[in-house]
């Protein structure tokens, strides 16, 4: 995509200087779109940003890799953070304000308070990584404290964090309006992760059985399956018969929730986790 004329890119790490900085905006008339992110920026990030765009005046990205949505043996201490290269792609979508708070600052000395959604946040993703949603639920009310923005950004490819922060802001009456965009993908049909980065050329290639199960599954419901357990065993088989991908589990749940269901019939999104070697990848569609 070619790049946006672009006006300059403030970097703010101050929570209180990014407060004043967006108050400003919106004293000044304008509104602002608001897009949370861990950095390592592909097109899947730069997809929100031109959605912000593309529906408010001005766009904030944030870029903060939150401890506390790691697990003790999780990535965090490996995660990419190519600073410089990110500012570079945001600067060239029109995005305007960066927020890349300090963690000393975002979890000061003492630090004790922690959100939890509630059952959204249990199963799935939730019971793979535990203490993950609180750690998410947490930071992203921190980050919409600091960005008092109208509106928020975030992937369809993270669809229970979606539903996570839905609750939330839900639950507590958050002045902010939740988008949820669609997952982008690789030409060959993975899609796209800061974590791709870790696979091996022959992991990548075994990587493409997620997507290409969900592809499978779309192809079987619209040919009248309608047995949640045959489509599931349908996936589990095509991914094994591709090899080294190691299923953590298959939702085939009602969209829009994390009820799993029997039958296929209304709207429904089918989720899957899996590791590839150490790097692990979820990814999901909507059928209906
Ligand atoms: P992360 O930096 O991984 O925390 O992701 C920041 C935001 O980008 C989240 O709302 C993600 O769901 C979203 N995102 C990540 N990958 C994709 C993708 N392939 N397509 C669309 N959104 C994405």
């Given amino acids: 995509m070619p790049a946006a004329p672009t006006r300059s890119l403030q ?8 407060r004043a900085a ?16 861990m950095g390592a920026l592909h097109e899947g990030h730069l997809s929100l940003v031109d959605a912000a765009a593309a529906e408010c005046d001005r766009v904030v990205a944030s870029i903060f890799v939150n401890p506390t949505q790691f697990g003790p043996s999780e990535d965090f201490t490996k995660y990419p953070r190519p600073l410089e290269r990110d500012l570079d792609l945001l600067r060239g979508r029109g995005c305007e304000l960066a927020f890349v708070p300090e963690a000393a600052e975002m979890y000061p000395d003492g630090y004790g308070t922690s959100i939890d959604v509630g059952p ?12 993950h949603f609180a750690g998410v639920a947490t930071v992203v009310l921190k980050l919409f404290e600091c960005v008092p923005a109208d509106r928020a950004y975030f992937g369809r490819k993270d669809y229970q964090q979606t539903l996570v922060v839905r609750r939330m802001a839900a639950d507590l009456n958050l002045p902010i309006d939740v988008r949820v965009c669609p997952i982008v993908r690789d030409a060959d049909g993975l899609a796209l992760s800061s974590r791709n980065v870790y696979l091996s050329p022959d992991e990548r290639r075994r990587a493409l059985a997620l997507s290409q199960s969900l592809r499978l599954a779309e192809e079987i419901i619209s040919g ?23 299923v953590e589990y298959v939702a085939i749940v009602r969209d829009g929730t994390v ?20 790097t692990r990848l979820i990814d999901n569609v909507l059928i209906g």
């Fill in 120 to 131: 959204v946040a249990v199963p799935w993703e939730g019971a793979a990584r535990p203490g």
């Fill in 22 to 37: 967006v108050r400003e905006l919106e004293r000044g008339g304008e509104t602002v779109g608001f897009v949370p992110t």
């Fill in 259 to 278: 009820e799993e269901v029997a039958e296929i019939d209304g709207p429904l999104t089918i989720a899957v986790a899996a590791r590839v070697g150490t």
């Fill in 224 to 246: 009248g399956e309608r047995d949640a357990l045959v489509v599931r065993e349908r996936m589990l088989a095509l991914i094994a018969s591709v090899g080294g991908v190691g």
């Fill in 11 to 18: 970097v703010i790490t101050g929570v209180a200087a990014m």
